[in-house]
């Protein structure tokens, strides 16, 4: 279990000694409270499916153990590697401000050696929702490693809803009987990833997983779907989902009787157990897929009467145009700004808006989604994918590079001045027509710069995307060819602020995004293959300042790798 200490001196001194020396970076995260965890990293047995398969468990639990943390928490997470190869977590959503660094990708950092740790420091600064954590390397993710994470607000800020009586991570996601290594093994010979064998719901196959209510009372259920490639439908039989939460953002609060959750992507709903005592089916089927794949789980009353019955409810299947009014009225939620707006003038600093509004921009947060519609962007990029072969190899490619990773991490190449390792400006802002092609694609965009990025979609998938250390504005999204004239369609009113977002076939997908986190950032592919064959980049939000205000340096106890290694973490 996670112990919360409340940041007193001794937690602090001693953590001080550990971790961070006399920096100032301690300094800065001194004032909120610290939450420490020790997780080991090991191979067990699992069976989600009925065979035995070699997992990857966190302190012996598949899928991990969930993060519990509430706004502004430091969370010191001391991650030991007991498997045979390198390892890495990294924390899908946690938008780690001025510190990416602990990002956990390998192109920020180094991955943790066999029989080694490393303690990652994250700060959920400004944060509030449902994320989760998943290995970073290789093909890991297949073989679990992942959980949950939840930031509950500070005490005294307002919730738009009441408390619920019950409180459940839902992980969702496609899965293979075969391991992480044979996978891993059919992409490195250049083929593409065969169909999944089924579906789990927090690492249990059919009507293993339960979710025990009480009559009457309400849930919050925080689904995410961890899978590798599945846009998954998520429906419970005779109960309503009342969606809350998207990413970090409290939503336009509508009711919906299934909802599409693509991969990567974390949403919450309240479900009232409002049915008579039963027990009923939850169930999670693929999307968009002739061939529908389909699991369930069971929804358990405390008094219940029977067992699940009755036909396993049906959902949307190969309807794209279901989806697309779905996500169009997926919004944020715009009274939570009249409800806070009192809070705002008489609680400025409990609210955390300690920056200048009018000089911060329109970052979302949970207070509010403020005036993005009203700020011209300064820059469009425009993001195609592609698929194809490089030297008989399956790749994928956006703007038509194919990313490989080099020995040493972006970040610490550019924090310690490393030249030949990458070039900002190595991918396109534009899509260029040309063959794919591999290289180590790092597009270069100003701090303080607010974005406009276009994901264009020319192939016959849904594609499903990621930029770890932001929340950005979905505005628009269509299908056929985005244009100028596209922009008319945007919403410029209440978009929804997120992390990860679905783009449909022969299709684009328009955010805006305010770049006011400095650092190297991972933009990406969820389709876990995609990623891994090169369907991925990073951006660097770049400064010249070298202010702490801006970016923290080096943590003292990174790892180093490549020509990185031997650095000193701080100048003499
Ligand atoms: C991790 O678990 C393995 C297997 O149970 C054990 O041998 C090892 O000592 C553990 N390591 C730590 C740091 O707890
Ligand atoms: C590894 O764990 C030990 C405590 O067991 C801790 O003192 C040390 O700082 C950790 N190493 C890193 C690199 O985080
Ligand atoms: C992974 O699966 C392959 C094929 O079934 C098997 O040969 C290999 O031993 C497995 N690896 C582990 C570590 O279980
Ligand atoms: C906030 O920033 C604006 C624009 O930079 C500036 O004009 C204003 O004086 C600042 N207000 C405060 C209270 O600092
Ligand atoms: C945005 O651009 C338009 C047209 O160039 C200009 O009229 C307007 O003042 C700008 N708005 C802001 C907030 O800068």
Redesign the pocket.
């Known amino acids: 279990m996670p112990l919360k200490l409340g940041g007193g001196a001794a937690a602090f001194g001693a953590f001080l000694v550990l971790c961070v020396g006399f920096s100032l970076f301690a300094v800065t995260l001194a004032e909120d409270p610290y939450r420490f965890f020790n997780w080991n990293v090991t191979y067990g047995d699992i069976y989600p499916l009925g065979v035995r398969q070699?997992g990857i468990l966190i302190n012996g639990q598949f899928p991990g153990p969930d993060i519990h943390s509430v706004t502004n928490d430091n969370l010191i997470i001391n991650v030991f590697n007991s498997l045979d190869e390198p390892f890495l977590l990294s924390w899908n959503g946690i938008q780690q401000r001025r510190n990416s660094f602990e990002d956990g990708v390998l192109g920020t950092t180094c991955p943790i050696p066999p029989g080694r740790n490393f303690t990652y420091i994250l700060q959920v600064k400004d944060q509030i929702g449902s994320f989760y954590y998943f290995p970073s390397l290789n093909f890991h993710k297949a073989a679990g490693g992942f959980g949950g994470i939840r930031i509950l607000s500070r005490p005294r800020i307002p919730v738009p809803f009441p408390d619920p009586d019950g409180d459940y991570t839902v992980l969702i996601g496609d899965w293979y009987k075969?391991?992480h290594?044979?996978l891993k093994a059919h992409l490195d010979r250049g083929k593409k990833l065969p169909l999944p064998d089924g579906i789990l719901i927090n690492g249990r196959g059919p009507n293993g997983a339960y979710l025990n209510v009480e009559q009457g009372k309400t849930y919050r259920l925080r689904i995410s779907n961890v899978g590798l490639q599945h846009s998954l439908n998520f429906r419970i039989q005779n109960h309503k989902l009342k969606l809350v939460e998207v990413e970090g953002t409290h939503s336009l609060q509508t009711t919906y009787s299934s909802l599409d959750v693509h991969v990567g992507q974390s949403y919450s709903v309240l479900v009232t157990a409002d049915q008579p005592a039963h027990d009923y089916y939850i169930v999670v089927s693929t999307r968009f897929n002739y061939k529908i794949l389909t699991t369930t789980g069971v929804l358990h009353y405390s008094n219940s009467g029977g067992q699940v019955s009755g036909p396993i409810p049906g959902g949307p299947t190969i309807q794209i145009d279901w989806s697309l009014n779905q996500a169009r009225s997926i919004r944020y939620y715009k009274s939570y700004i009249l409800l806070i707006a009192h809070l705002v003038v008489n609680a400025y600093d409990e609210l955390n808006l300690r920056t200048n509004l009018t000089a911060s921009g329109p970052r979302p947060n949970p207070q509010g989604s403020y005036h993005y519609g009203l700020i011209n962007t300064t820059k469009t990029i425009i993001l195609a994918s592609s698929a194809g072969q490089v030297n008989r190899k399956q790749r994928y490619a956006i703007n038509s590079v194919s990313y490989v990773a080099p020995d040493t991490p972006l970040k610490l190449a550019d924090y310690f001045k490393i030249s030949g390792v990458f070039r900002a400006g190595s991918i396109s802002d534009r899509p260029y027509g040309g063959g794919i092609y591999l290289d180590t694609s790092v597009l270069q965009a100003d701090y303080r710069s607010f974005v406009e990025i276009v994901f264009q979609n020319n192939e016959n998938i849904v594609q499903s995307y990621h930029l770890d250390g932001y929340s950005f504005f979905v505005v628009g999204m269509d299908g056929g060819q985005w244009t100028t004239a596209s922009r008319n369609s945007y919403n410029l009113r209440d978009a929804i602020a997120r992390c990860t977002t679905q783009v449909y076939p022969y299709s684009w997908t328009a955010i805006y995004v305010a770049l006011d986190n400095v650092g190297m950032w991972n933009l990406r592919s969820e389709f876990w293959a995609r990623q891994y064959l090169g369907q991925q980049f990073y951006l660097r939000v770049y400064t010249d300042s070298t202010s702490i205000r801006d970016e923290f340096p080096v943590p003292k106890n990174a790892l180093l790798c490549g020509k990185a290694s031997g650095r000193h973490t701080r100048p003499l």
């Open positions: 070699r075969s391991n290594t044979t």
